[in-house]
């Protein structure tokens, strides 16, 4: 009698997520082109309560309401690649360690992929990407192909949603820019966001959600705005030479935006599109930060 076959195992990225990120609950298959076998499934599994029906006499809520129960979504992010056991066990060590920030990067790739397909098909413009910083855990983990189809494992461990160096990079750069002073000065009427700031987050998103065209085209269109909103405040710091900047891109990422219309962009164009957006973003800061509030 022989031996039964070990097991084949599968890796997986699993996020907790406090809201229902819009696809039904089950199992999506990801791939590249039609007819290619997929890469990568995606299980979604939610606990939430059902949407309350309206009444339809009126009646008095208490000044303190009880706060709802939040809701958890589990979005696992499952690589269809078997292992045997000792690879997923020496998988699950680096992802634990060094690897920490791209094993989570790359399941975020794919979930957003998921978002976004979603987000066209139910044309919801509200269907928001997610940022490991949205999780209320993420872990990483490997199982049998049962256990993963159903949010489950074998082993898995804790990842940290973001590394300390990336975390300090981000504290420097909202004190710097100040945003609860900001925010205040918004909602208070004494300050405004500029259409500029709206389309360089969106081209920013886009950017690092590898959607380069998407991003081409938006950052075009920021730095265009850019350029015309930010004259207003020239007077500022050095908001001069970095407008002069801002106008020495505009031919570039026009040109950019143009070929992103005909189809995928060259690494070259790209690097333009990094580059004039890395340059309206500083501009932008500098700003903020110079503002008084």
Known sequence: ?????????????????????????????????????PHHVLVLKG?????????????????EPPAAAPGVTRATVVDVATVDD???RAWLEDAAAAGAEATVADALRWL???LRAHRAAAADPYVREVAPEHALAIRAGYGAGF?????????????PARSREAGSRRAR?????????????????????????????????????????EAALQAHLALEAAVAEL?????????????????????????????????????????AVHAGLERV????RARAAAGSY
């Open 47 to 63: 606990d939430h309560p059902p949407p309350l029906r309206p009444r339809r006499r009126r009646r008095d809520v208490p000044a």
């Open 1 to 37: 009698m022989t031996d039964p076959p070990p097991p084949r195992l599968y890796r997986f990225v699993q996020l907790e997520l406090p809201w229902a990120p819009g696809p039904a609950d089950g199992r999506y298959l990801l791939r590249e082109h039609a007819g290619e076998e």
């Open 147 to 159: 256990e993963v189809a159903d949010g489950r494992w074998t082993a898995a461990r804790e990842l």
């Open 231 to 271: 004259q207003a405040f020239r007077g500022q710091r050095d908001l001069a030479q970095r407008l002069q900047e801002l106008d020495a891109d505009r031919d570039a990422l026009a040109a950019a935006a143009n070929e992103a219309l005909l189809g995928g962009p060259s690494d070259a164009t790209i690097a």
């Open 86 to 88: 000792q690879e997923a």
């Open 281 to 284: 973003e500083a501009a932008l």
């Open 173 to 213: 750069r909202e004190t710097a820019l100040r945003p609860q002073e900001r925010l205040a000065a918004i909602l208070s009427g004494r300050e405004a966001v500029l259409a500029c700031e709206e389309l360089a987050l969106r081209a920013r998103l886009d950017l690092d959600g590898g959607r380069p065209r």
């Open 112 to 114: 957003n992929v998921a």
